[in-house]
């Protein structure tokens, strides 16, 4: 039997720790250093059994982990999940570079690249102050990146190429929300796109219709499909308001985890099961959350 090896009981994540015993450079080097050392013979099992495939939920998970540090307005925890975020770019970069495609200094490489040829105001032959509105900017950067996609295209598929796709480029791992927003940016981008919230607040009200309608005749299809077309058109009716509907809906959760914690409080304290509460207590509760968040 192994021994068990005793191990620290608490930790302070906000405790910095001298790398350079460990033989760790500064900076970006120093996280390629520690890559390299947890990766090496003498590394960590875990990372070393890891792929591109396994560490697909942990770089979507980082990433929905820095908003949460946003919301929250934390600078120093934004300061720690950044770090994380930016680790799974590295533990990328150095599985590829081990399967001989890129390494960290490529992905580097190629986004100093991006930003020189999208930014021509910046660092164009003119290379000026920027002289053009942030939407002349956005539009300018939407026809590089479409231009950019069509040269892609014409490498490997030359009649592809020619027909003009502004959605492409959209990751179809993004939530569906998030999906959605970028979606139809995109598609405003060449016009395609009410001229105000009355648009597609007159929408909603439609497919809120269709919807009742799908719900009445018991199609299954069609009330999925209906409120799948309401979802969607909340979205662009959220950016008209200027709101984005994957922020308003992680706060409406945050919201309705904080009312449901006080609904199951009060239960607690009042020794009641929640299960045979019944809705009319359980909903008294959820009024008692909302009223102490108003004040």
């Given at each position: ?41 003498q ?9 591109l ?6 770089l ?7 908003l ?16 994380d ?24 490489e190629?986004?100093?690249?991006k930003?020189i ?16 509105t ?30 003009p ?111 045979t ?19």
């Open positions: 039997m192994n021994e068990k090896r005793d191990l620290p009981v608490t930790y302070d994540p906000a405790e910095v720790i001298d790398h350079r015993p460990h033989g760790l450079r500064d900076g970006l080097d120093g996280i390629r250093d520690l890559m390299d050392r947890l990766l090496g013979a590394g960590c099992p875990w990372d070393r059994a890891q792929t495939d396994s560490l697909r939920p942990y979507i998970e980082e990433a929905h982990e820095v949460e540090t946003l919301d929250a307005d934390d600078p120093d925890e934004h300061r720690r999940e950044l770090g975020l930016l680790f799974q770019i590295v533990f990328h970069a150095a599985i590829r570079e081990r399967e001989d495609h890129f390494d960290l200094d490529g992905v580097i190629a986004i100093r690249s930003m040829r999208r930014h021509p105001h910046v660092f164009g032959p003119d290379g000026a102050a920027p002289r053009e942030p939407e002349e900017v956005e539009a300018r950067w939407a026809q590089i990146k479409e231009a950019e996609r069509q040269a892609r295209g014409r490498a490997s598929a030359e009649a592809d190429a020619a027909i796709n502004p959605l492409a480029g959209v990751p179809k791992a993004l939530s569906s929300l998030q999906r959605a927003w970028r979606l139809q940016n995109k598609a405003a981008a060449v016009g395609f796109d009410w001229p105000d919230v009355e648009g597609p607040l007159s929408k909603s009200r439609e497919e809120w219709a269709e919807l009742e309608e799908a719900i009445e005749a018991g199609d299954a299809a069609a009330i999925e499909e209906e409120f799948g077309d309401l979802v969607f058109v909340l979205v662009r009716l959220g950016t008209k308001l200027g709101l984005e509907a994957e922020t308003a809906l992680r706060k409406a959760n945050l919201k309705f985890e904080r009312r449901f914690g006080h609904v199951m409080r009060r239960c607690h304290e009042q020794g009641i099961d929640p299960t509460a019944g809705l009319e207590r359980l909903d008294g509760f959820w009024d008692e959350a909302k009223a102490i968040e108003r004040k």
